[in-house]
T-cell receptor
């Protein structure tokens, strides 16, 4: 079974703090993704990576950065957290398959910025 | 940008009833995926569809990839209380990049025992 593990389920951070959200997958997937999920807005793609050290902006990259130093690990970084970044963050991964992209999600990280 | 229309937004049904929900798109998709998300958890993949016309079952769940490649439906037969959750469709547009999955807004299912 595919396993996508997010290191922190629940975090509370102060405005201006630097926040790291870590994600690890154990299926040797090339692609990894970070989404945020908000009521009424659905899932929105922040960044994705299709290879080590490669990254692509998604729909809402502002205020975020990412790091992919190893194939199995994809980190989301909030350089200076703000209250509008309070949300549920979902990491996901998939195999590189042209025309057939099946994404598997982690359990989610609930971030509250106060 | 591209959007998926998922309907209905919510359903409140009696245990034992069958459920049907669908997603439509204005453009052609290569892949259709169906997920279930329970409160406080990440979405879990239920069914993946890769070919137009494909009909796939997973227990009491059945999903189909529409012939036009612009729609998909998910049916749940004989619903039970543990079917409660939000069901999302997702699709990969034809010619889209590896990261370009489009998600529906979800169908919230409530089941009354």
């Amino acid at each position: 079974d595919v396993k996508v593990t997010q290191s922190s389920r629940y975090l509370v951070k102060r405005t201006g703090e630097k926040v790291f959200l870590e994600c690890v997958q154990d299926m040797d997937h090339e692609n990894m993704f970070w989404y945020r999920q908000d009521p009424g807005l659905g899932l929105r793609l922040i960044y994705f990576s299709y290879d080590v050290k490669m990254k692509e902006k998604g729909d809402i990259p502002e205020g975020y950065s990412v790091s992919r130093e190893k194939k199995e690990r994809f980190s989301l970084i909030l350089e200076s957290a703000s209250t509008n970044q309070t949300s549920m963050y979902l990491c996901a991964s998939s195999l590189f398959r042209t025309g057939a992209n099946t994404i598997y999600f982690g359990e989610g990280s609930w971030l509250t910025v106060v | 940008g591209q959007q998926l229309n998922q309907s209905p937004q919510s359903m409140f049904i009696q245990e034992g009833e069958d459920v049907s929900m669908n997603c439509t798109s204005s453009s052609i998709f290569n892949t259709w995926l169906w997920y279930k998300q329970e409160p406080g958890e990440g979405p879990v993949l239920l069914i993946a569809l890769y070919k137009a016309g494909e009909l796939t079952s997973n227990g009491r769940l059945t999903a189909q990839f529409g012939i036009t490649r612009k729609d998909s439906f998910l049916n749940i037969s004989a619903s039970i209380p543990s079917d409660v959750g939000i069901y999302f469709c997702a699709g990969q547009p034809s010619g889209g990049s590896q990261g370009n999955l489009i998600f529906g807004k979800g169908t919230k299912l409530s089941v009354k025992p």
